[in-house]
């Protein structure tokens, strides 16, 4: 396990502090949708302004692609790309590269984000317009004792993806130490998230110190029965995670499409359902591995199936071993979550990634909503439960049971490589206690 150095381990009084966090939130029309990520990144911030850093934050939005410069210019790739177009086509082609990466610019600017930090944090949180640019350089130099400031979107460079030395090195010469408290990017070895650690004392923030504890405590020293809930829709997504899962639980529940995958490779009827026909000896190789390490492997009994692939499709529910041909499973059925409540009722310790079935359409998402019911009971009886972030902890969110979980990581395919037991760079990177 890690033992990095935290903020409370260095002396950041006076001192230019750039903290990485992840802010990538999700947005409609400009408007964030679920501000977790920024709820969470709070405590670091506050301290470190408290504690008498000048607090320069960075992060990612999304994935622009096609965008400008630091000069605001077309990125080099960009201009490659229209060069090797006819001639004829090129003048309409570059107009239309700069009109996109205008419109990214403003989409994937993380301005919604400084107004949101400053309306949690109660104070002013000055936006640069560029991220190592002048704008930026000359808003950090004057940057005060207390004072917050947030860069643009690192991702608005190439070199960040690349984890680019150079770039790496202009970010760390605006501060003199190095937080990371984003979690949700620790599994990225980027310029911000990793690469910046070459340059400057480097230690974690409290998000990632409680992720990483509370995760590594529930693998490492786990309340039994531990119970592991994995759903989404393909095992390959899931194979590290099914694999190190397998050393330490006691029980493994198997959800959402990848439970067809399974019933395919022991012979059972799928109809139309999705399918991984390449993972079949993969799947049962690690059943196989399950029962040799006495871990109870459970695949629905039961589902909800369609005709089609769609909400509004007609559907109806059948035992696992009756799924008719033209019919596919988009969710557990309604003995199977009561099986799965049934044995998670008296769970010492949770792990859950995935849903059960198609959750955001009301037909298929009972499933779904039966095993997050099931999770915060348990979670009152005393149970540690964790929920990996992405589709499940958005399913556990929107139907309300955020507040029952002991633990939603804001992580998800970091949450999920740290379940493989996976290091994570942006982890990896960060000085070790003394
Ligand atoms: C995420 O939302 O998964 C993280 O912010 C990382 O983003 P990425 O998958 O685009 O690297
Ligand atoms: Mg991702």
Known sequence: ???????????????????????????KDGVITDDKRIVGAIPTIKYLAE???AVILCSHMGRPHNIFNEKLKLDKKEIKKIDELPESEREAATKAALEKAKKDIVKFSL?????RLSELLGKPVIMASDVIGPDAKAKAAALKPGEIMLIENVRFHAEEEKNDPAFAKELASMADIYVNDAFGTAHRAHASTAGVADYLPAVCGYLIQKEITIMGNALSD???????????????????????LIEKVD???????????????????????????????????????????????????????GKEY????????VSSDMLPDGWMGLDIGLETQE????????AGTIVWNGPMGVSEWEPFSHGTIAVAQAVAEATENGAV??????????????????????????????????????????IACLNEKD
């Open 111 to 115: 301005k919604p984000v400084a107004a």
């Open 339 to 346: 099986l799965y409540a049934k044995t998670l009722k008296g």
């Open 251 to 305: 029980t493994l529940i198997i959800g959402g499409g990848m439970a067809y995958t399974f019933y395919k490779a022991f012979g059972k009827p799928i109809g139309t359902s999705i399918c991984e026909n390449d993972k079949l000896d993969l799947a049962r190789s690690l059943v196989e591995k399950a029962h040799n390490k006495g871990v109870n492997f459970m695949l629905p009994i039961d589902n909800t199936i």
């Open 1 to 27: 396990m890690y033992n990095k150095k935290t903020i409370e381990d260095i002396d950041v009084k006076g001192k230019k502090v750039l903290a990485r966090c992840d802010f990538n939130v999700p947005m």
């Open 51 to 53: 504690h008498g850093a």
């Open 222 to 244: 786990p309340k039994r029965p531990f119970i592991a809930i994995l759903g989404g829709a393909k095992v390959s997504d899931k194979i590290g995670v099914i694999e190190n």
């Open 310 to 317: 769609s909400e509004d499709t007609v559907y109806m529910e």
């Open 385 to 426: 439960s964790i929920i990996g972030g992405g589709d499940s902890a958005a399913a556990a969110e929107n139907l309300g049971f955020a507040d029952k979980i002991t633990h939603i990581s804001t992580g998800g395919g970091a949450s999920l490589e740290f379940l493989e037991g996976l290091e994570l760079p942006g």
